[in-house]
């Protein structure tokens, strides 16, 4: 591999590295080198899969190629491209349905509470006093936000995406919502963060992507299967910590974030590794290690079949491969925000602008070097750093997230001497619709997105959500659209792009902080 430094700030990176160097391993960053040059066709959005004909591309520079063999063009290629990101929700909808269906379940057996379930479903404009009542209206409602009606409206194609892009991250909202009813809250909201969380002397089990409704399932086997893990040896019991996200309704730890993943592995000390839809597993270098790979079931039997493999991997571990780490951070800001409060803080002039950061872990770029520099470039700049899910965890990661150190201690003197800290999490992936609540509050004035390693079709949809609030929204990775100048052109009036070094000077700006 290429320089250690060139591929991400994570100090505890290098030793993972060159372990895996060592042996033989294939990480994500040596694949991504192999394959360089990408696809210069796919780069530019001009590469054509819609139909059994092809694959075709328009090559720019021959004038004669001006459709596919189906007869798209350059703009509808990269129009086609956007708008299948921005309306990707498989997911989200799996996971609504079930929880939905379990909602249903619980409110027969009378084992939902009442006034909760009214104010979610209130907010959902679902009103009334009889439960099963609300049930069916929110299913309803959840029908609505799986309905793609931006693809039938009048408006401009741009305005179009913005709205795909709005009503994923309402269903991303939705779901939230959902699990809080079900599931409630934690009331911690302190986590630690970092691959020290794996821990020796327990069964570990990393979960990826995993849903509020599969958490549910593991919260209560770890619980029923604690002992099974004591008798064999671990003394610790069952440890179970996710991988790039943080839950508001259970109290987990979390190893890492997405662009590190692999790291979790190599510690030698995961013994199930369990991903939600499977996707990805390729990623995961289990060869020559214990650790069982495995796809989230549907039922809690079929689960707990294989949390026993996990169990069971546990006297498995080769010894000679362990390399622990102890890489732990506090997050403590992994909470609630209240948007009135912010725009309080804004009317008063104690802060001077607010930023979301989101995004991360694109191996085109220096890993977390965006998110880390925005944060504190702007953070010194008493501008309020908001962030979510991965990007939280990679803030959290360098201690950004921990109220206890002197740098994060900001505004005390304002604030009658109560700390707070000017870089703040709303908590994991699917608390990410709070932003849009908070923009809605504060208004468009004095407000920036910057997802500085853009990777995601969720990450997109953020994006497109927060710009169709009217705000600023700046990103560090090129977009796949320079094969249209129409659609280049309307993308980057919602999505600026800023070249990754330039990237924090350029958000300072719109808040009248220079150099």
Known sequence: MRQVRRKTMDTAARDYLLKAKNEGLQLSWNKYEAMLPQDGFSQIGLSCHECLQGPCRLNPFRPGEKSTVCGLGNDELVLIWLTRQAGENHELIAAGSQMLAELKNKVSVGEVASDLLQLKAAKWSVNGTDLSYLVMGLSLKFAELTYPRAQQSKTSNIDDLMTLGT???????FNADLAEVLYGKYSSQSRLVGLGVIREKAVNICLDGASPLLLAKVFELRNELEGEA?????????????AGDFSSNFGFNTSCNQGTIEFAVLTGLVDLYLIED??????????????????????????????MQGIAAYSQRNLKKVKVSNQVEKAEAVSDINPLGIKSLLDQGLINGICVIGGGSNL???????????ARKLSFQKVLCLTYGNSAVT????????????ENKVLADELEGEATPLICSVG??????KLIEVFGAVGREKVVAVFPELTSARDLQMALA?????????????????GSVKISEEIGKVIEYSKPKDLADTVAKCFGVQE
């Open 428 to 433: 994991g992936e699917g608390d990410a619709a």
């Open 466 to 482: 927060l710009a169709q609030t009217g705000a600023k929204v700046f990103t560090g990775v090129k977009l796949p659209v320079a």
């Open 230 to 242: 004591i008798q064999l040896g671990a003394s610790d019991g069952l440890n179970i910590v996710l």
């Open 364 to 374: 085109k770029l220096t890993e977390d070097q965006g998110n880390l520099d925005l």
């Open 278 to 307: 499977g996707l990805g597993k390729g990623r995961i270098p289990a060869a020559g290690y214990h650790t069982v790979l495995a796809t989230a079931v549907s039922t809690k039997e079929a689960l707990k079949e294989v949390f």
């Open 395 to 406: 803030l959290a990661k360098y201690g950004c997230l921990n109220s206890e150190r002197l």
């Open 167 to 173: 009503q994923q991250i309402n269903l991303v909202g």
